[in-house]
C-alpha cells in the first residue's frame, strides 16, 4: 500500500503546536475515503482501520473496533499462524470489548509468545512492534488467516 504512494507523500505529517493546529493529513483521509470509514477524529487512526484498507477484496466488517474481527468473514481461525499478513485479534483484559488487531509478522521467540505486528495505533504510529500473547492488558483472542486471499 505504501509503496503506491507519490514520494511527496512518505513523510511525517507535522504535529499540532500549542499556536497553530495543523488540518489533516490528506494522504489518510483519502485511505478512509477508499474504505468507506471515517477517522475517529480529523486524521486519527485506530488499529483496525489499516486493517480495514490492507484488506480490500475481502467481505469488510466496516467496523473500526478490534472486536469485529474476532470473527470476521473471510477468515478462519488458525492456532498456529504461518504467513506474514494473518490477523492477530487481541483482547483487553479489563473491558474485553476492547482490543487491538494487528498483522502477523512471525514470532519474535522461539516459546511463540512473542509475536512481531505490524499495525495501526501502535504508539500512535503504524509500525511494527513486538507483543507479548499473554500480556497485562492485552491477551490474544484468536490468530486468523484470510481465506483466498493474500497480503
Known amino acids: 500500500m505504501i509503496r503506491n504512494f507519490p514520494d511527496a507523500s512518505k513523510m511525517e505529517w ?3 503546536t500549542p499556536d497553530h493546529r495543523r488540518p489533516a493529513n490528506p ?3 483519502a485511505l ?8 475517529a477524529q480529523g486524521d486519527k487512526t485506530r ?3 489499516l486493517l480495514d484498507l490492507q484488506h480490500a477484496g475481502l467481505p469488510q466488517p466496516h467496523s473500526a473496533g478490534s472486536a469485529s474481527f474476532q470473527t470476521w468473514h ?3 481461525e488458525t492456532k498456529d499462524p504461518q504467513q506474514r499478513g494473518d490477523l492477530i485479534v487481541f483482547k483487553h483484559l479489563p473491558d474485553p470489548q476492547f482490543g487491538h488487531v494487528t498483522f502477523f509478522d512471525g ?3 522461539g516459546a511463540k509468545s512473542l ?3 505490524v499495525g495501526g495505533n501502535q504508539n500512535d504510529a503504524i509500525n511494527r512492534k513486538r507483543f507479548p500473547l499473554q500480556g497485562h492488558d492485552l491477551v490474544l483472542h484468536s490468530f486468523r488467516t484470510a481465506t483466498g486471499y493474500r497480503v
Not at 478512509?32 to 477517522?39: I, M, N, S, V, Y
Open 27 to 29: 494522504v489518510i483521509i
Open 32 to 39: 478512509f475515503a477508499a474504505t468507506g470509514l471515517k477517522p
Open 74 to 76: 473471510g477468515t478462519t
Open 14 to 16: 507535522p504535529k499540532d
Open 107 to 109: 514470532f519474535a521467540d
Open 47 to 49: 488499529c483496525a482501520d
Open 115 to 117: 509475536a512481531w505486528c
